[in-house]
């Protein structure tokens, strides 16, 4: 029962990638979905999350308007497109679930989330 970020790569800056979670052994559609990030010497950060239905979507600051997350249940999977790349963008990405299945005040709290899988690198060149 793990997740699986895939889609990370090398860009420029003014970049898009598209990321994607996908599960396996396990449905997400029950399950808030947080998209965080961990850049080298930093902690783990909050950037995005999504709720069970799709209907509540939260941004940190440093990427709202920039960043849009989204799923599809019937794919099992959960999206993050990413544009306008910064440099500080930079980062090992990870998603995780939530099984409250809402996205809170709270959302950014790394520790709401479980089932962590291996992250995805996203460099961005300056």
């Known amino acids: 029962v793990q997740l699986q970020a895939s889609g990370g790569g090398l860009v420029q800056a003014g970049g898009s990638l598209r990321l994607s979670c996908a599960a396996s052994?396990?449905?997400?559609?029950?399950?808030?979905i947080g998209w965080f990030r961990q850049a080298p010497g930093k902690e783990r950060e909050g950037v995005s999350c999504?709720?069970?239905?799709?209907?509540?979507?939260l941004y940190s600051d440093s990427v709202k308007g920039r960043f849009t997350i989204s799923r599809d249940n019937a794919k099992n999977t959960v999206y993050l497109q990413m544009n306008s790349l910064k440099f500080e963008d930079t980062a090992v990405y990870y998603c995780?679930?939530?099984?409250?299945?809402?996205?809170?005040?709270?959302?950014?709290?790394?520790?709401?989330?479980?089932?962590w899988g291996q992250g995805t690198q996203v460099t961005v060149s300056s």
């Open positions: 995780g679930t939530d099984l409250r299945g809402r996205c809170t005040n709270l959302w950014w709290h790394r520790s709401r989330y479980e089932n």
């Open positions: 052994g396990f449905t997400l559609e029950a399950y808030a």
């Open positions: 999504v709720s069970f239905s799709g209907d509540r979507l």
